[in-house]
């Protein structure tokens, strides 16, 4: 502490300033405590939960009371596939903290064949997302269009 300025010098007997960033001596200790999440609550449908950022109504908490209402891809194989695999995500994560929710569990399988299904169905239609997608191809197309960004201006013309 011999190195510090002297307005960046903790003062150990009150109030430190705000640059240094201590605790004055005599602080008191603090304990933060976040309450649990409930088993089995409610969960918005796939499509909402992408666009509302959470699975659960209630954790959804609003940036100041600003709720996003739109997703540019809502209806879309690419928006159904997102949607699902935020779903499995979102899930994964409550069964992380809850593993004996069985009904959590369940929606978890349910989902995860659903979105597997939005996969292939993906991949059929439009081609590879992953390397891994390969397997199902007779030859390597990873790099064959046409691209994401292609299909937009073939619907313009």
């Given at each position: 502490?011999?190195?510090?300025?002297?307005?960046?010098?903790?003062?150990?007997?009150?109030?430190?300033?705000?640059k240094?960033?201590?605790?004055?001596?005599?602080?008191?200790?603090?304990?933060?405590?976040?309450?649990?999440?409930?088993?089995?609550?409610?969960?918005?449908?796939?499509?909402?939960?992408?666009?509302?950022?959470t699975?659960?109504?209630?954790?959804?908490?609003?940036?100041?009371?600003?709720?996003?209402?739109?997703?540019?891809?809502?209806?879309?194989?690419?928006?159904?596939?997102?949607?699902?695999?935020?779903m499995?995500?979102?899930?994964?994560?409550?069964?992380?903290?809850?593993?004996?929710?069985?009904?959590?569990?369940?929606a978890?399988?349910?989902?995860?064949?659903?979105?597997?299904?939005?996969?292939?169905?993906?991949?059929?239609?439009?081609?590879?997302?992953?390397?891994?997608?390969?397997?199902m191809?007779?030859?390597?197309?990873?790099?064959?269009?046409?691209?994401?960004?292609?299909?937009?201006?073939?619907?313009?013309?």
């Amino acid at each position: 502490m011999e190195n510090l300025k002297p307005d960046m010098k903790p003062d150990m007997g009150g109030d430190c300033g705000y640059k240094c960033g201590m605790l004055p001596m005599c602080a008191p200790l603090a304990t933060s405590w976040v309450p649990p999440q409930g088993m089995n609550p409610p969960m918005y449908a796939p499509e909402e939960a992408l666009t509302r950022g959470t699975l659960f109504p209630g954790l959804d908490l609003p940036f100041m009371n600003m709720v996003n209402k739109s997703n540019p891809y809502a209806g879309t194989p690419l928006g159904e596939l997102m949607a699902l695999t935020f779903m499995v995500k979102e899930l994964q994560l409550y069964l992380d903290t809850h593993p004996n929710d069985k009904e959590a569990f369940k929606a978890m399988k349910d989902t995860l064949a659903l979105k597997n299904e939005a996969w292939k169905r993906y991949v059929k239609m439009y081609g590879p997302l992953t390397v891994e997608d390969l397997e199902m191809s007779d030859k390597y197309d990873w790099l064959q269009g046409p691209w994401p960004w292609e299909y937009c201006e073939r619907s313009a013309k």
